[in-house]
T-cell receptor
Framework: NAGVTQTPKFRVLKTGQSMTLLCAQD?????MYWYRQDPGMGLRLIHY???????AKGEVPDGYNVSRLKKQNFLLGLESAAPSQTSVYFC???????????FGPGTRLTVL | ELKVEQNPLFLSMQEGKNYTIYCNYS?????LYWYRQDPGKSLESLFV?????AVKQEGRLMASLDTKARLSTLHITAAVHDLSATYFCAVDSGSRLTFGEGTQLTVNP
């Protein structure tokens, strides 16, 4: 039982490049989330999903897209990376109607 | 818009001392969560508080929730170095959580 996993763990991009972060969970959770964590700003919600095939915007969605084609996977895409997207990205998941969220190990992204 | 404020944001304390971290939030919610994050690591769930008056204890940490005052506290008893970490509260607003900025706790020998 791996819980929540994220791929990759580290990545360095150049401005304008694109990439996709993968989150997978094996707990059959309905809800999944992408956050970014920056020093002094806590965790900010980028996008989330309340079920397969559904997505919604969080606090800071600009510059990101997401997809939830399978219940266990939630993908976060950066189409044209910018230095302001340098951050640590966390994925989380939870059961429906019980929002204790379980977090993945994080992806440290640097955009040069 | 739900706002969650923690204080203090930074806390340096001596081993053996007691202290309380406060989490205030701006709109009605009956559910609140506390998380711990060690440097360079992910977030780990500590407490789940699901109703007014809820109190949970684990070792030297005790969390409580007062939904009428929109306040949760995380009390540390006889602190030890292993408790050094950043602690986040998060308020449930339906299908999502809003996190406080975090309290960075350092326990000194």
């Amino acid at each position: 039982n791996a819980g929540v996993t994220q791929t990759p763990k580290f990545r360095v991009l150049k401005t304008g490049q694109s990439m996709t972060l993968l989150c997978a969970q094996d707990m059959n959770h309905e809800y999944m989330y992408w956050y970014r964590q920056d020093p002094g700003m806590g965790l900010r919600l980028i996008h989330y999903s309340v079920g397969e095939g559904t997505t919604a915007k969080g606090e800071v969605p600009d510059g990101y897209n997401v997809s939830r084609l399978k219940k266990q996977n939630f993908l976060l895409g950066l189409e044209s990376a910018a230095p302001s997207q340098t951050s640590v990205y966390f994925c989380a998941s939870s059961w429906e109607n019980y929002n204790e969220q379980f977090f993945g190990p994080g992806t440290r992204l640097t955009v040069l | 818009e739900l706002k969650v404020e923690q204080n203090p944001l930074f806390l340096s304390m001596q081993e053996g001392k007691n202290y309380t971290i406060y989490c205030n939030y701006s709109t009605t919610s009956d559910r609140l969560y506390w998380y711990r994050q060690d440097p360079g690591k992910s977030l780990e769930s500590l407490f789940v508080l699901l109703s007014n008056g809820a109190v949970k204890q684990e070792g030297r940490l005790m969390a409580s929730l007062d939904t009428k005052a929109r306040l949760s506290t995380l009390h540390i008893t006889a602190a030890v170095h292993d408790l050094s970490a950043t602690y986040f509260c998060a308020v449930d607003s339906g299908s999502r959580l809003t996190f406080g900025e975090g309290t960075q706790l350092t326990v000194n020998p």
